[in-house]
Every structure is written in C-alpha cells, then in structure tokens.
C-alpha cells in the first residue's frame, strides 16, 4: 500500500520504516526541514535501538523516503497516519494545533479517496474536529474516512514492539476502513481489536493509565514495606504470580517518567474533568510518583545527615535505560532538589549525557563512567537501571568513595550482600 506518515517524532519514524519493512511504499513527511535533510543522509535524529539499520535498509530498497513537503506525501497516499506530536498545555489538556494543521493540509490536498488514521495520542472526541476540519476545507469531502490506530510501542524495545504487538487496536466507521487497516496489519499476524473511533481512542488513555497506576500501587506497597520492614520485590513476586495481577510493571522505584505516562495522565484527568467525571485516582497516582522522587532525597539525607557540600554521585539519567531520553525523568527532577539542598552532583548516563548537559549545563559534574562518577562521592544514587550498572566491581568502587552509601532507586541489587560488603544500602520499599 501507498502509505504517508506525517509527524517523524518517535512514533511516526518507527511506524513509517516497520510499515516500510512489511513491504509498503511508505513516506515520511515533516515540516521540520533540517530534520528531514538529516534523515535523508541516514542520520536518525533519536536513539532507538536497530532503528538506524532498518531506516537504511529501506530507504536503499526505496520502500521509504522522507520528505518536508507535506501536500505531496498526501497526495500521493491512500492511507494517511497523523503522528504529530500533542503536546500539553499548561492546564495539562493536549495541545492539539499540530493535528488541526495536519487535517486542513490533508482536506485541501486531497485528489482521491484517503483513509486517514489518528495514531498520536489525542483526546477521546479528536476525531470528530478532524473529520469537521476535513468536511470545511476538503474539496473531495465524501471520499475519506477516518480511522483510530493507537501506537502501544514502547520507546528501547520500539521495533519489536511493533513488530510483534499483544494487540492492534483499530476505531473505524466504514467497512472500507476495516478492511483497508486489516490487510495492512495482517503480516503481523496478532489479534486485532476493531471499535468505534472513540473506544480506539480511549483505549490509549485506559492504557497507560493503568500501567502507570500499577506503578504508583506498588510504590505505594514500597512505602508500607519500608515501613514494616519487608521487601517490596518479594511482595511484588507473590502478587505478580497471580495471572490476573501478573509481575510486569510492579517495578517499585523512584517513579515513572518519560514522554508518554505523566503527560498523557494529565491529559486524562483533563479530559475526564471536562466529561464531568473527575478521575481522582489518577490523580493519587500522580500524587504517589511525586511523592518517590521526594522519597529517594530523604533516603540520602537520613543515610548523609546533612546534604551541603556532600558529594552525589548518579548513575543513570535516562528515564529508563536503553535511550537518551531524559523527558520528564525522575533522575533530573531528584538532582535538581539535591542541588537545592546543597549537594554537588556527579553522574554518569551511557547515552543521556548530552540531553542531560542541554538541560542541566554546568550545575553538575558529567563524568566518563560508572566509577568516574563514584570518586570521591559519600553517596551514590542508582536512578536507571543500564545493564552496565548490574556488573560493577564492589571492591573497586568502595576504593574511590568518600562513603561507601548506595541509594538503590530501582531496587535492582541484593540488600544483604551490599550490607555484607561493607556498603550502607537503601532501596525503595526493602524494609
Ligand atoms: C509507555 C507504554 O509502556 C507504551 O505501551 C506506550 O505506547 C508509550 O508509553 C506511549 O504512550 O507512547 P514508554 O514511555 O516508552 O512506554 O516506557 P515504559 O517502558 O512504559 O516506562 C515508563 C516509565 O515507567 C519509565 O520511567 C520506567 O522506569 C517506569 N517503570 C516501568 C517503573 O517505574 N516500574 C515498572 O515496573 C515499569
């Protein structure tokens, strides 16, 4: 199929180049100039791994091009993705002008039937303004109908994600529409749910939504072990085991981040407030993912006494290993409350060093390694669990600390072993 995907943030450059790989004649169109002339060289503008090589492998088969002229890609597609970004507001509502410039290109440049799909992230009703927009500013205005598609991917595991998804959710109106999403989906082979356009939509909301609820529930055990005096892994083992529980995201720590949980929980409690349903616990779930990052600088303070000049070394600023990405990550946010205490930082991240120095510029340390980082430190704090943190050679790192204190903001090491080394240790949630 002739397929344009308009929007190369993440989830438009990862479904462009999977749809390419499937076969189809995808282009990837964006106003942002430089980001295309970039793409266009190969140079891919995010860090997700295996993407570069499939990008390149693509566009060699020219089964995928970019490019920064918008009207021409719809022209020449019948399926048309909408993957700009939404990004919030102040009031914490999604900003939606991107998607309103997107539907008047694609109504004034459409010559032929078009299916237009919604895959960013958008309010439950988005639909309905994009279809009006289209129905005012089309010239073909009885030949398109639009379609829900949300994205589950998940940033670092993106391609697999894609490639092999639990579901595929499809929100349609027409037969036509069905059946045009169901032939596209049909190599991957996995189940698809087919609603109306606003179940689609709210099953992204539902979604991550409860994934991040599970994450703030089992923060929340966190607490009440820490309390007792037991281990929140242990507890999460024995619950997670019950299929209807089940283990996944009952990781307690220093709370989610990220481009996609905070952003589309405010979104959510927005949409649902404006609906006439408050969605308070949403908003405990929030409140519990504050509450963590809080949490993990009390730790250092009770293992420090006194925060000023106290030397903290990080490992770990992505907000969840294998990416670069520091959006809305709780290392940033814990860093910028330990300099307010008077605590100088160090840290080490083995991708997120230049976003973090774009952010943070000169008010920490950034150091070459793990043990760089640790020198001279009387604490270090785990923020993101990188595989290259579960190898660490103990006796070596106790050498270049000030202290031998660990805050274990992912719970990912053996309390008694860090106690039996000599090592101070506080996880979250390990009694
Ligand atoms: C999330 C969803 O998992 C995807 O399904 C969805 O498509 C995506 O948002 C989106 O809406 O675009 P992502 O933000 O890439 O994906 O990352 P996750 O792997 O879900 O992690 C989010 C945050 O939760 C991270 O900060 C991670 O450290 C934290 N987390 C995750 C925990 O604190 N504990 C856990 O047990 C799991």
């Not at 694609?106 to 289209?134: C, F, G, H, Q």
């Not at 005096?229 to 720590?253: H, K, M, Q, S, Y």
Request: glycine share 6%; with cysteine.
């Amino acid at each position: 199929m002739k397929l344009a995907i308009i929007g190369t943030g993440y989830v438009g450059l990862v479904t462009g180049t999977c749809f390419a790989d499937l076969g189809n004649e995808v282009v990837c169109a964006d106003n942002d100039e430089k980001k295309i002339e970039s793409l266009n060289n190969d140079d891919i503008p995010i860090y997700e791994p295996g993407l570069e090589e499939l990008v390149r492998k693509n566009r060699r088969n020219n089964r995928l091009s970019f490019t920064a002229d918008i009207k021409e890609a719809v022209k020449a597609a019948e399926v048309i993705f909408i993957c700009v970004g939404t990004p919030p507001r102040e009031d914490g509502s999604a900003d939606l002008t991107g998607i309103e410039k997107v539907s008047r290109v694609i109504a004034e440049n459409m010559d032929s039937y078009k299916l237009i799909v919604e895959k960013s992230t958008v309010p439950v009703e988005t639909n309905r303004w994009v279809k009006d927009t289209i129905n005012m500013f089309g010239k073909n205005s009885n030949k398109f109908d639009i379609a829900s598609n949300p994205e589950f991917l998940r940033e670092s595991t993106a391609i697999e994600d894609f490639m092999n998804p639990d579901r595929v959710v499809i929100g349609v109106e027409s037969e036509k529409a069905e059946k045009i999403l169901r032939e596209l989906y049909e190599p991957l082979r996995t189940k698809i749910v087919v609603t109306n356009i606003k179940g689609a939509e709210l099953i992204k909301h539902a979604s991550n939504s409860f994934l991040a609820t599970k994450i703030s529930f089992i923060n929340a055990i966190s607490n009440i072990c820490d309390k007792v005096g037991t281990d929140v892994n242990a507890v999460a083992e024995g619950i997670g085991l019950d299929p209807r529980i089940n283990r996944r995201f009952l990781g307690a720590g220093i709370g989610f981040g990220g481009s996609c949980f905070p952003k589309d929980l405010k979104a959510f409690i927005h949409i649902s407030e404006r609906l006439g349903y408050p969605f308070d616990m949403l908003k405990e779930v929030q409140k519990i993912n504050e509450m963590q990052k809080e949490l993990a600088v009390s730790k250092i303070t009770d293992m420090l006494w006194n925060l000023p000049d106290k030397i903290i070394g990080i490992w770990g600023l992505a907000f969840k290993p294998n990416t670069d990405d520091i959006r809305s990550a709780p290392s940033i946010d814990i860093i910028r409350r330990l300099i307010a205490a008077g605590a100088k930082i160090k840290a080490f991240d083995p991708a997120a060093m230049e976003k973090t120095r774009a952010e943070l510029g000169d008010r920490i340390i950034y150091c070459k390694d793990a043990y760089d980082a640790a020198r001279d430190a009387d604490c270090v704090a785990l923020m993101t669990e990188w595989n290259e943190f579960k190898e660490i050679d103990w006796q070596r790192l106790k050498s270049v600390m000030r202290q031998p204190v660990i805050l274990d903001g992912r719970n990912i090491y053996d309390p008694e072993k860090m106690k039996d080394m000599g090592f101070r240790y506080a996880g979250i949630g390990r009694g």
